[in-house]
């Protein structure tokens, strides 16, 4: 499993349409799509923790002026498709 560059690019096209790219409106450059992962990843490695649920990570997205509909694509996203290949965070 883990990240491929076809994943990551789903995502940046997920997130693009659902306005989490740094200048809405404009295509993600390769660098911001990689940080966009690289956050998400991180999220995603706290829900398989257990740490964070989605909910919460929605509730925060949404704090930050995402609608429902944005954060309910994204989220979605992530849930299926993405969070799954993320592999755990090596132990400290």
């Avoid at 997130?15 to 409106?25: A, C, M, S, T």
């Avoid at 398989?48 to 944005?70: I, P, V």
Wanted: one cysteine or more; charged letters at 20%.
């Amino acid at each position: 499993m883990g990240i491929t560059d076809d994943l990551v690019q789903q995502l940046a096209e997920v997130g693009q349409v659902n306005n989490y790219g740094l200048i809405i409106e404009q295509p993600m450059t390769e660098f911001e799509k990689q940080g966009l992962a690289i956050g998400q990843m991180m999220n995603c490695q706290g829900v398989n923790a257990g740490d964070r649920t989605y909910e919460e990570l929605m509730q925060e997205d949404m704090s930050t002026g995402a609608t429902w509909e944005q954060v309910s694509e994204m989220h979605g996203f992530l849930e299926e498709s993405f969070c799954p290949h993320v592999l755990p965070e090596p132990a400290q």
